[in-house]
C-alpha cells in the first residue's frame, strides 16, 4: 500500500463515519462523548487525519447502528496489501482483548470476502 493509497483510504473511512454519524442524527461531539474521546479527534477522524484502531471501528458501528464493514471501502491498491494489513491489526488487537472473541468470526467472514 502506497502513502497516497493509505491517505485516500483513510479519507474514505472518515466520509463512511460521518456519513453514517450524519444519518443517526448526531453531533461530532455527541458522538465523541460516547466514545470518550474530544471532538477534535472526531473531526480528525472523519478528515481522514486520524486513522482510528479497528477497535474503535467496532464501537462506531455498534453506536451508529451499522455494520462494521460500512466504514470500508472497497479499495484496490497498487501492491494488494491491504488484506494482510487488516490480519495484521485484527491479530494484534486480538492479542491486546479489543476484540471480543464473538466478532472474530464476523472479522474473518469480512477478510474471506474481500480476498
Not at 443517526?24 to 474521546?37: D, E, P
Not at 471501528?57 to 451508529?64: A, H, M, V
Request: no cysteine.
Amino acid at each position: 500500500m502506497t502513502d497516497n493509497d493509505k491517505e485516500q483510504f483513510y479519507i474514505q473511512v472518515g466520509k463512511s463515519i460521518r456519513k453514517a454519524r450524519t444519518k443517526a442524527a448526531m453531533s461530532q461531539a455527541g458522538l465523541a462523548k460516547k466514545v470518550n474521546m474530544s471532538r477534535a479527534s472526531i473531526v480528525n477522524i472523519e478528515k481522514g487525519r486520524q486513522h482510528p484502531p479497528l477497535h474503535l471501528l467496532w464501537s462506531l458501528s455498534e453506536i451508529l447502528e451499522v455494520n462494521v464493514g460500512n466504514f470500508i471501502p472497497e479499495f484496490q491498491t497498487s501492491t494488494n496489501e491491504l488484506n494482510p494489513l487488516f490480519e495484521k491489526f485484527i491479530k494484534e488487537s486480538t492479542e491486546k482483548g479489543h476484540i471480543h472473541e464473538d466478532s472474530m468470526e464476523n472479522l474473518n467472514s469480512f477478510i474471506s470476502q474481500s480476498n
